[in-house]
């Protein structure tokens, strides 16, 4: 299955599955898991790539000044 989400005006896409209750998303940041509860399966994925997104640029942005 497939998950977008627009964030800061660029769209990011990604795949995911469900394997035992456990959502796996793997998208060009790398891959992430999480266990599935209430949320429907896409919406957890969104919330996994948008982490994903968020820590990268938080990596990525410099230190200091």
Not at 18 to 25: A, S
Not at 37 to 50: F, V
């Amino acid at each position: 299955m497939r998950v977008t989400r627009e964030i800061g005006g660029k769209t990011y896409v990604a795949d995911f599955a469900v394997e035992k209750g456990v959502v796996i998303l793997s998208s060009e940041f790398g891959q992430k898991k999480a266990q599935l509860g209430s949320l429907p399966a896409e919406q957890l994925a969104g919330m996994l790539l948008a982490e994903q997104v968020s820590a990268h640029f938080m990596a990525s942005k410099p230190v200091g000044n």
